[in-house]
């Protein structure tokens, strides 16, 4: 009996697909002179949210357009679930669903309308169309107002619409593209909550977001994206603690004795820069977390009061700061039109 051998790089491919949604691996875009994606590596495992963060126009969109078969790869090779995304993009549309930034309902039709028509369009019969609607419907809380016009429909509501048309086929993977953006911090919590249900129901989505704390709040990994490539990636704690430790934010009893506290904290840590952002308050900058007891021990060996004390780790904000060297912020108009064309 012939023995055969499997090619090693075949084996690992195969042991990839198996755990990993999304695989890409040198992913190229292009617009003229312009790079808007380059030579990206990225994997995404099952049933996760991954974040993807980047200043605007840094390849967040293009990139989930190559992957949704919106846009050609102009190289480089991607696949979902085993499926090359160049290759097969038909069924690469069977395994995604797709919420942008903005609203994709039709403004004249009811909520029961809108999804009744897409799921036709998807290929459904009419009572399938009409069962997956009250389905949808009632999962996403509009039930009440599935037959009411989208004229009366709130922000929120419509956000929800739209990552319930996304649902029709039940996609294994999600692409939510700034699926928050827009809404108040009370529909953006229900929006994170809906989010949730569905990982928890087996779904893997991939997160684009320009709201730090959302990232910090949904995702398990994170890749942050600058320039068309990818410049840092681990979860929240893991970028988090690679910009330094946590900071320790005191308030003094006596702000007379702020020049003191200074000089005993400045010995401690050999000359670490100690910030005073007001009288009688000092932001001491931490190693370790377990640094903070040996402040306060010092100060208390030299008699001096401490009347607040607050142990402050780094946040997503300072990671994107110290990565890009920008301050996250929402888009502008003229950022959003700029990421729009350059799709």
């Not at 084996?11 to 755990?19: E, F, G, I, P, V």
């Not at 009409?130 to 996403?140: K, Y």
């Not at 670490?272 to 932001?283: E, F, K, Q, S």
């Not at 990671?319 to 799709?343: C, H, K, M, N, Q």
Request: avoid cysteine.
């Amino acid at each position: 009996m012939q023995n055969i051998r499997t090619d090693p790089s075949v084996q690992t491919n195969a042991a990839a697909s198996a755990t990993s949604a999304v695989r890409i691996r040198g992913l190229v875009k292009t617009f003229g002179d312009y790079t808007a994606v380059n030579h990206i590596d990225l994997d995404i495992r099952r049933g996760e949210i991954f974040g993807v963060l980047g200043p605007n126009g840094a390849g967040k969109t293009t990139m989930i357009n190559m992957l949704a078969t919106l846009l050609a790869i102009d190289d480089g090779h991607a696949e979902i679930f085993g499926v090359d995304v160049a290759r097969e993009p038909h069924k690469i549309r069977q395994l995604i669903g797709v919420t942008g930034q903005y609203a994709s309902v039709d403004e004249k039709l009811t909520g029961r309308e809108n999804l009744q028509l897409i799921a036709r369009l998807q290929g459904l019969s009419r009572t399938a169309a009409r069962s997956v609607a009250v389905e949808l419907l009632e999962e996403f809380g509009l039930g009440a107002a599935a037959d009411k016009p989208l004229s009366t429909f709130s922000g929120g509501m419509r956000r929800r619409l739209d990552l319930a048309a996304s649902l029709i086929t039940r996609p294994p993977l999600i692409f939510l593209d700034e699926p928050t953006t827009g809404l108040d911090p009370r529909t953006r919590n229900q929006m994170w909550e809906t989010i949730r249900n569905l990982v928890a129901g087996g779904v893997t989505v991939l997160l684009t977001t320009q709201y730090l704390e959302e990232a910090d709040q949904l995702a398990d990994r994170i890749a942050v994206i600058d320039r068309g490539q990818i410049v840092a990636q681990g979860t929240p704690g893991e970028l988090k603690a690679s910009i330094g430790g946590s900071s320790l934010q005191l308030i003094l009893g006596d702000a007379g004795d702020e020049d003191r506290a200074r000089a005993v904290i400045s010995e401690l840590f050999a000359g670490d820069v100690v910030h005073v952002p007001d009288p009688g308050a000092i932001t001491v900058s931490l190693q370790v977390a377990s640094d903070a007891a040996t402040v306060l021990l010092a100060l208390r060996d030299h008699s001096i009061d401490v009347s607040s004390i607050k142990v402050q780790e780094p946040s997503l904000d300072d990671v994107f700061l110290t990565i890009t060297g920008e301050t996250a912020t929402e888009p502008s108009p003229t950022d959003a039109s700029r990421e729009e064309i350059s799709a």
